[in-house]
């Protein structure tokens, strides 16, 4: 009996293993039926018997479509039956799709992320006002908070207003302003309570309730 045991390492490789073993056999007999009309015959019982497999889709018009999409792929497209649908060609499915392209940005000031410059782009496009105003110090600001997070040392005002004047190619000045901004200590807090996400660590961690 040892002799007739059978494992899937010595068998053939099923195309879409999800419906088993058994399917692909019936469709590979299918394939082999020398009439049409007994391959299709076959072809619409194994349509049937895969529709079973799913009950709660075997009436909608687009699953069926896919299930003899789905037909024609197990049977490596050599099954030559009639379907109500177009069939599907074998050199669009393995066709490999085009190659995406990779956005290349590499900011002059890489710590202070793409999206700083993405804000200062729009800032610049909006007109003077205390709206671009407010806009340029958050920007400002948050670019102090980026500076810091990379650079453990505190950094002075001007060098913000001078990276912020040549990233916005001389439209956002903040040069000789006589407010600053937000203190290096006050943006360091901010960013240790991020690090604990934003919630205050719990009182009496760790010890027993009883």
Known sequence: MIDY???NTER???IIPEYGRHIQKMI???TSRETKEERNKVARAIIDVMGNLQPHLRDVPDFQHKLWDQLFIMSDFKLDADSPYEKPSKEVLEARPG???YPQKRPKYRFYGNNIKTMIDVAR???DGEMKEALT???ANHMKKCFLTWNKDTVEDAVIFNHLFE???GELNLKGSVEDLSATSS?????KRQGHGGKKPKKGRGRKRY
């Not at 943006?187 to 960013?191: A, C, D, G, I, Y």
């Open 5 to 7: 045991l059978e494992y």
């Open 125 to 127: 496009t909006w007109e």
């Open 137 to 139: 110090w958050t920007i």
């Open 167 to 169: 990233l916005s190619d």
């Open 28 to 30: 590979n007999y299918a």
């Open 12 to 14: 053939e490789q099923m």
């Open 99 to 101: 190659k995406l392209p």
């Open 187 to 191: 943006l360091l807090r901010s960013k």
